[in-house]
DNA sequence: GCATACAAGATTGTTGACAATCCTACAAAG
DNA sequence: CTTTGTAGGATTGTCAACAATCTTGTATGC
């Protein structure tokens, strides 16, 4: 239908979010959550379009018992926000809230691949990791542009979540991942700022590879903020990134 | 009834964290998970001990519903676990994962205390702590035991959480805070142990003044990490540290 | 012309009942 | 004596309907 709303399905599809946290539970309520959440990261459903039980269980076919728990779940993921007797509404983050998430995956992601570091089993990682950072650094190399790059950069740090030893981390930065997945394409828009992704990479398989924890920390932490000022900066200038159009009635 | 499930409760009471999100907003089931929470932590549900949803509604005098909903907002801050078809049990962390916890609020304690560090209206913050800092220090000096020097150290916790301009860093880390309650009090055993922390405390306020976010981020985590591996030793010496008994049957 | 009050419709919150699955106890076979 | 199969009860998952609240459109007053 739409350039842009295509490009995020295959973003949302390469970064295993949906997969690696629902899908293959299959509870009903759960299924239901991991579709609504691709919508909405799709931008299907527009920032601020309030969502109704009655129409989304007639949909799905189901009653609204299980809308309702699949809504929850969205709110816990930070996709929607319910309002009490008011029902749920598309989240439109601010550029403040935006900041802030990347704020916490900066620490966090820091802490992910400071222990990935640390573990004496990081070579199956690192077995997994340096085929992508060669793809990563031909491409750079090659000047390509496109979605290649971004899917790369989500596949590489899916694997470092998976491959994280500390579970609640784990749930936390998926989570995470899931909120900003709307903004993600936006930090490596040029390719100056592709270069330097390149290098981040390099260096932190560098350190990884050492077992030099600090060092994977602050790259990670440097990389995540990089980003973060990227996406901050591209928001700025434009502040509908993903949905262009604005609906807010029922589709 | 029991000595130490009222240390538990007056603890809870004192953190301010079941007030902080939930209790004002006066929905149902947030009311009923806040009551739920606070036995938990308290220990009148065994860790391990399911919870059935019929009992639960029955005395609450509601129906299955809002129970449902407030099982899942105790799944959502790990006090629970929910399995398909099974039902919620109350958790019982290992020292693994107590550890993964501890070592996520480092992280997070330190982003939390260099954004405040950072803030140009921190005076009204060191305002609140100082005092705080002060009873610390006397009570330190005069050698004191007891429940009082946990429920300072829960206040300037709650005080710095409560006035992050993080909305979702404070979010996260209130739900950290409720998960680690239950072993929170492991950390301040030793008269040697409370003496490096009123230091740690003193320090950070010193480099909150100062506007030293680096500074005020590494104390931070120090203070954390120094928490997390005094709950591990504790728990490794005492596995049962919170609930005496080990009920698994129906009360 | 604009703001406010009201009424009808729509939507969420809650309830009780039914269906599907799981756990336990007991019996039968090896 | 241990293991496997089965039947019954118990518990969770889902559904449809009712009650309470909110939203929207319209009319009225200034």
Redesign the interface.
């Known amino acids: 239908m739409n350039r842009v709303l295509d490009s995020a399905e295959r973003l949302l599809a390469a970064s295993g979010l949906a997969r690696a946290s629902r899908a293959l ?1 299959s ?1 009903l309520p759960e299924q239901i959550a991991t579709r609504l959440s691709e919508r909405i990261v799709a931008g299907a459903y527009a920032p601020g379009q309030r969502i109704m039980e009655q129409a989304l269980a007639t949909e799905f076919a189901v009653s609204r ?1 299980p809308i309702r ?1 699949a809504l ?1 779940l969205l709110e ?1 993921d ?1 996709l929607v926000a319910i309002l ?1 007797r008011r029902g749920a509404i598309v989240t439109n983050p601010s550029i403040a ?1 935006v900041k ?2 990347f ?2 995956r900066a ?2 992601n ?2 992910r691949d400071r ?1 990935i570091a640390e573990d004496p089993q990081r070579a199956k990682v690192l077995a997994a990791l340096e085929p992508e950072v060669a793809r990563l650094t031909r491409l750079a190399r090659e000047g390509k542009q496109g979605q290649e790059y971004v899917e790369i950069v989500w596949t590489l740090n899916r694997v470092l979540t998976e491959a994280c030893a ?4 784990k749930h ?1 930065l998926d989570s995470l991942a899931r909120q900003t997945l709307r903004y993600s394409q936006l930090g490596l828009s040029t390719p100056e700022r592709r270069r330097q992704s390149v290098q981040h990479w390099q260096k932190l398989l560098e350190a990884i590879r050492k077992g030099d924890g600090a060092t994977a920390e602050r790259i990670a932490r440097e990389r995540v903020t990089d980003s973060r000022d990227a996406a901050i900066r591209a928001l700025q200038e434009a502040p509908q990134p993903v949905s262009a159009a604005k609906k807010r009635g029922p589709a």
Do not use: H, K, V
């Open positions: 539970t509870s018992g728990e929850r816990r930070g009490a809230e802030e998430i704020d916490i620490m966090l820091g802490l222990l500390n579970a609640r981390l936390i």
